[in-house]
Every structure is written in C-alpha cells, then in structure tokens.
Nanobody, 125 residues
Framework: QLQLVESGGGLVQPGGSLRLSCVAS????????IGWFRQAPGKEREGVSCISSSGGRTNYADSVKDRFTISRDNAKNTVYLQMNSLKPEDTAVYYC??????????????????WGQGTQVTVSS
C-alpha cells in the first residue's frame, strides 16, 4: 500500500530554517513526481514546490522562490523541502503528495492522488 509520511515540521522564529522530509513506503519513488503543498487555516491548499521523478525538473511558487529548495534521494525513497528565511506567512500544514508520472505538467493539488498526513510548520516570534 502506497504511503507517504512527512516529518520535520515545528515552531521556528522568522528568518529561521526547517527541512521537511517525505518518506515513501509501499512503492518505488523513482517513477513518481512529488509535490509539496500547504494549507493555512481558512485558506485553500496551494502548491509550494514540485519535482519530477528524476529530480531534473522543479517548480516553485513565487512566494517561496529563492527561499525553499526541493530535492529527492530516490535511493532513500525520500523527498526533502529545505525552507530558509521563513516568514510568518509560511505558517501552514505542509503535505507531500505523489503522482504516478515521470514529468509533472502542473504543480497543482488536483493532479496528485496520494497524500501524506501533513506536518505543521509555525513561524512565529
């Protein structure tokens, strides 16, 4: 059974950093595109960053460009989201999701079918 588990969230001060991990089990990650999405209270889920199965293509939301970096280690069945220079507006539950496709077309939640349970990120002083 395909399963994704996120970890690495927590409370951090503005300007701080966190690294989220998304570990896959029950399937081989190297044939799936992976996306990170987030949802803040009262807001719709939004795409943060996506990565193709090989890692050769990435996509970032304008709000996180130059601050967040997505990467993957297929040998470890893990995808990472390095988040630097965090802002209070980055506060949300962060989810990873998988799409059975080598090269994603769009980094939108409706294209991704398998989801983790989410990890809370809170940026506050």
């Amino acid at each position: 059974q395909l399963q994704l588990v996120e970890s690495g969230g927590g409370l951090v001060q503005p300007g701080g950093s966190l690294r989220l991990s998304c570990v896959a089990s029950g399937f081989t990650l190297n044939t799936y595109a992976i996306g990170w999405f987030r949802q803040a209270p009262g807001k719709e889920r939004e795409g943060v960053s996506c990565i193709s199965s090989s890692g050769g293509r990435t996509n970032y939301a304008d709000s996180v460009k130059d601050r967040f970096t997505i990467s993957r280690d297929n040998a470890k069945n893990t995808v990472y989201l390095q988040m630097n220079s965090l802002k209070p507006e980055d506060t949300a539950v962060y989810y990873c999701a998988a799409q059975s496709i080598l090269l994603f077309r769009r980094c939108v939640s409706s294209d991704f079918g398998s989801w983790g349970q989410g990890t809370q990120v809170t940026v506050s002083s």
